[in-house]
T-cell receptor, first 113, second 112 residues
Framework: GAGVSQSPRYKVAKRGQDVALRCDPISGHVSLFWYQQALGQGPEFLTYFQNEAQLDKSGLPSDRFFAERPEGSVSTLKIQRTQQEDSAVYLC???????????FGSGTRLTVV | TQLLEQSPQFLSIQEGENLTVYCNSSSVFSSLQWYRQEPGEGPVLLVTVVTGGEVKKLKRLTFQFGDARKDSSLHITAAQPGDTGLYLCAGHGSSNTGKLIFGQGTTLQVKP
């Protein structure tokens, strides 16, 4: 597609529920990043893929967070046993290389109640 | 740990006024990027500055990279309501993964 597509746009989860957030990057983009953004704040790095390889997951806040990109294109961020502090906007970005400008998706707003 | 501090955090001005947003760090960055984000959307890249002392202009926006590559500024001339949004500076971290470190952002409101 022309841009980075994320789904769903909005997700409400009950505390303890598992959620899966999807990212469709721009076709051919090698690098894919996931960020977490609190309201009115800058995005914070979660994890990075180069093709299907997860090269950096240092930003994942706990072992409840898991990301995959099995075929080097679509990526899924999974959060198990969601907690209220997981409420945020989750942004996906892709780029041709890790050091060029990113193209961000519109994000998924997760609300845990 | 590399950090980027933006100031001010919030700015509310009248249409036609000028403003400057600052992005500072104690660390050297190989490049800095500026993004603009509107509510409900992802950040959109405005510019990348690479060389110390570099100045780039994008219509009414002027971006400068400090000589020591530790700081950057964004100046907007004759602000318009369409400039309203969250402005973010970002730099590549010390790892080789291309991971971007973002400042906390400056929320700009331009009133007509």
């Amino acid at each position: 597609g022309a841009g980075v597509s994320q789904s769903p746009r909005y997700k409400v989860a009950k505390r303890g529920q598992d959620v899966a957030l999807r990212c469709d990057p721009i076709s051919g983009h090698v690098s894919l990043f996931w960020y977490q953004q609190a309201l009115g704040q800058g995005p914070e790095f979660l994890t990075y893929f180069q093709n299907e390889a997860q090269l950096d997951k240092s930003g994942l806040p706990s072992d409840r967070f898991f990301a995959e990109r099995p075929e080097g294109s679509v990526s899924t961020l999974k959060i198990q046993r969601t907690q209220q502090e997981d409420s945020a906007v989750y942004l996906c970005a892709s780029s041709t290389t890790g050091f060029s400008g990113y193209t961000f998706g519109s994000g998924t707003r997760l609300t845990v109640v | 740990t590399q950090l980027l501090e933006q100031s001010p955090q919030f700015l509310s001005i009248q249409e036609g006024e000028n403003l400057t947003v600052y992005c500072n760090s104690s660390s050297v960055f190989s490049s800095l990027q500026w993004y603009r984000q509107e509510p409900g959307e992802g950040p959109v890249l405005l510019v990348t500055v690479v060389t110390g002392g570099e100045v780039k202009k994008l219509k009414r926006l002027t971006f400068q990279f400090g000589d020591a590559r530790k700081d950057s500024s964004l100046h907007i001339t004759a602000a318009q309501p369409g400039d309203t949004g969250l402005y973010l500076c970002a730099g590549h971290g010390s790892s080789n993964t291309g991971k971007l470190i973002f400042g906390q952002g400056t929320t700009l409101q331009v009133k007509p």
